[in-house]
């Protein structure tokens, strides 16, 4: 038997009609999400428990969403969430922790704080081009608390650690973990995705918004700091980073996808900056003035063979990544997709109907779930990891196992998290409440693609977390974007273009940062110091993204 889904499910009992009322019940799931991570601090497994619970409840009781269907759509969204989402994040953090094990971090870490003593260049090298490079293979907090702990270590004014590698970490955050959020956004957004298409075609739009403002965040880091004038002592430092970092996010994420953008960005920025520093230094060295200046700038302590070493399990990552998502790879693989499990969702697929006006007609809701253990990225960065195991001194691919087992332990609240996240994403989805607030926010009309970015800021807000933002939001964003009129792969990306100028306040973000700075119970301090920044930033994508819609129509792919 077929349930059929309801948009307005409060119109009938109350007589209220346009959506509007229904909207507020169904947001009820975010508001405790809201309530739990902001007010309450609550750590984010709990906060995901109770708005899943809460959201499986609503579906049932007011959207009169049988109990079974109910309960079944949750545990396919955290399926998704386990494969392929968790496999990537847990494989990125493994090869992370053994470096950190092997002691080639620290090897990392002195060749980047090595090659100046200005502040403002540490900065930039440190908290925006090294933290891209982690977020695009870690992502998940992971880059906060290593770039502010670097900074403290180097001397860094505490708050301004913290507060700097917020603001920095906006430019990589939607491509990352090795492209996660992207990959969310393109399954839980509805919109065709055979063969990854939509995946990437998202991937191309947020390469032609991210960049926008990717460009301007060193000089917004530096600013920040030190003034517009001290900055402009920096300005070739500051022009070689953004250029280096924009333009090859540009052309990876419309060229090679979703899962390279941050780390190959990175990669040249730092080759960029290191180039640079060979023919220019700055005429005035910049410490803040509470701080204690270091006797000389912080010396090389390794050779050049020992530094190239350290950072080769990256290297070797990047790589396979990178044949991991060429054509000729795939086409290679498709002997193996007989290994594959691809199958309509048991007791789900078929056996829901989406009904106008949120469809032009009626149409049978997809539920279908692909586990594909081969061609997964999460896979690449495993062989990576085994082969990194041999490379790095001292280590042996039992150590490395090790790691692993206790990667996943260290994960596993992260884990619960995420499946719990995709579980409520696809409650939502399934039993119309997406649908729901989709249907209200065609109320702005034709200015919608300016409210859209809001969304993603909000849900990562919430969440902490591009990627659960984009499996909350991303099929209201392709829902509303039909209903109104405008482009629904120019709304999902806008998702999580916005979002990444929410992760700064993110209470998750700003606990991580105080923790690794050594400032927990100020986090109020920190959430002042970077919440004017986080509108700022915000304001500009949603400007990007009516502009094109409209006028600029034609820069989308």
């Avoid at 333009?247 to 941050?262: A, E, I, K």
Wanted: some cysteine.
């Amino acid at each position: 038997m077929v349930w059929t889904q309801v948009y307005d499910p409060l119109e009938k009992m109350l007589g209220s009609s346009g959506y509007l009322l229904s909207a507020l019940v169904a947001a009820i799931p975010l508001y405790i999400l809201f309530y739990m991570l902001a007010v309450k601090r609550a750590a984010g497994h709990k906060a995901a428990f109770c708005g899943t619970l809460a959201a499986v409840l609503l579906a049932i009781v007011a959207w009169h969403m049988p109990v079974g269907l109910a309960v079944n759509a949750t545990v396919k969204g955290a399926a998704f969430g386990l494969f392929p989402i968790v496999w990537i994040i847990i494989t990125a953090v493994w090869i992370y922790n053994m470096t950190v094990e092997s002691g080639e971090f620290e090897i990392i870490k002195n060749s980047l704080a090595s090659m100046t003593d200005d502040r403002r260049l540490q900065a930039i090298f440190i908290a925006f081009a090294f933290g891209s490079f982690i977020e695009g293979t870690a992502g998940f907090g992971t880059p906060v608390a290593i770039t502010a702990a670097m900074l403290v270590g180097l001397g860094f004014n505490p708050l301004y650690a913290a507060g700097i590698c917020l603001i920095a970490n906006t430019a990589p955050v939607a491509f990352g973990a090795i492209g996660v959020p992207i990959l969310v956004a393109g399954a839980a957004s509805g919109l065709p995705n055979a063969n990854g298409e939509a995946v990437h075609h998202i991937s191309q739009i947020v390469g032609r918004q991210l960049p926008f403002l990717s460009i301007i965040v060193p000089c917004w880091v530096s600013v920040t700091m030190c003034g517009f004038k001290r900055s402009l002592e920096v300005l070739p430092a500051l022009v070689v980073a953004g250029v280096c970092f924009a333009g090859t996010q540009f052309w990876t994420s419309n060229h090679l996808g979703p899962y390279l953008p941050d780390i190959l960005s990175a990669m040249v920025t730092i080759i960029g900056l290191i180039l640079l520093l060979r023919v220019w230094k700055p005429k005035n060295i910049f410490h803040f003035p509470d701080e204690k200046v270091s006797e000389g700038p912080v010396k090389s302590n390794y050779p050049g063979g020992q530094v190239i070493r350290a950072w080769m399990p990256y290297i070797i990552l990047a790589a396979l990544v990178t044949v991991w998502g060429l054509p000729d790879f795939k086409a290679a693989m498709k002997p193996f997709e007989g290994w594959a499990l691809n199958i309509p969702w048991p007791g789900l697929h078929g056996a829901i109907e989406k009904m106008p006006p949120l469809v032009k007609a009626a149409s049978v809701y997809a539920a279908t779930y692909s586990f594909n253990f081969i061609t997964s990225g999460g896979t690449a960065i495993f062989i990576a990891g085994v082969i990194s195991a041999f490379v790095m001194p001292g280590y042996n691919i039992g150590r490395g196992f090790a790691c692993f087992v206790r990667t996943i332990f260290q994960l596993r609240y992260p884990i619960a998290t995420i499946a719990m996240i995709l579980g409520l994403a696809e409650i939502m989805n399934a039993s119309g409440m997406s649908g729901t607030l989709g249907l209200a926010f065609t109320m702005t009309g034709a200015l919608y693609p300016f409210f859209a970015p809001l969304l993603g800021w909000l849900g990562v807000f919430l969440t902490g977390s591009d990627t659960s933002s984009n499996a909350l939001f991303a099929n209201l964003q392709a829902t509303t974007a039909n209903q109104v009129g405008v482009d629904p792969y120019l709304t999902v990306a806008s998702n999580s273009s916005g979002g990444v100028t929410g992760k700064m306040i993110s209470p998750q973000s700003i606990s991580v940062a105080t923790s690794a700075t050594g400032m927990v119970g100020q986090e109020g301090n920190l959430f002042r110091f970077t919440v004017f920044h986080s509108l700022a930033m915000t304001l500009v994508v949603c400007i990007i993204t009516l502009l094109q819609a409209y006028p600029l129509k034609w820069m989308l792919p």
